[in-house]
């Protein structure tokens, strides 16, 4: 289905291609600025006219647009449906298991398993990636990372969340990541974290970029 944050970015494109093309002519907004609506429009329509390479860069992208459109409304058999979910992928790091938890709870948070040696909850959150279409291959499944945050990371999110300031909330503060084989977490923000994001979404020898598996 065609959704609004889709038509929001058709509407960038559409006006990054006009600032383009009137940049590349030498044109400016301030150049085509009528008193009323129909003299702009009027002012428009001469502009278009009078410049057939414009005329037909719009009609380009206008079909574009519409092609586009279809493309989104029509149904695929080939891709998974999105469903929302209040739930999200952890990872045991005792048995080194999948389990699901509640997507709001930050980690890491208790296990099935229990606690670490060290007391300390045995949850951290688990990035599961795969290259099925479908979602339903799960012998393409994998965890791309692993992510947990510091303990003062942990109380800066449950406050934001308390408060409801999330959106204000720096997505990197007192985030740590690490691959499942690795030993040491590491800033999601460093070089070495950005490094690990990257390579997790790195696309496959057919080009296609991994998606992130929702939980049933």
């Given amino acids: 289905m065609f959704r609004f944050d889709n038509f929001k970015y058709l509407k960038y494109k559409l006006e990054q291609k006009w600032s383009e093309i009137t940049a590349s002519k030498g044109y400016s907004r301030s150049s085509y600025k009528g008193e009323t609506f129909l003299q ?33 409304a029509m149904p695929s058999s080939d891709k998974e449906k999105i469903t929302d979910t209040d739930k999200a992928w952890f990872y045991d790091l005792n048995t080194k298991k999948l389990f699901t938890a509640d997507k709001m709870s930050f980690p890491p948070v208790n296990a099935p398993s229990g606690p670490l040696p060290d007391g300390r909850p045995a949850g951290v959150l688990a990035h599961v990636l795969t290259f099925d279409l479908t979602g339903k291959d799960k012998s393409q499944q994998f965890i791309g990372y692993l992510e947990k945050l510091t303990d003062k990371g942990k109380q800066e999110w449950q406050d934001a969340l308390a408060n409801g300031t999330l959106a204000k909330m720096n997505w990197a503060a007192g985030r740590l990541i690490k691959k499942v084989e690795d030993e040491k977490w590491l800033k999601a923000d460093s070089p070495e974290g950005i490094k690990i994001r990257t390579q997790a979404y790195k696309p496959n020898e057919k080009g296609h970029t991994p998606n992130y598996v929702n939980p049933k």
């Fill in 40 to 72: 702009r429009l009027a002012e428009f329509r001469v502009l278009i006219s009078t410049h057939p390479v414009l005329k037909i860069s719009i009609s380009s992208v206008c079909l574009i647009l519409i092609v586009t459109m279809l493309w989104l």
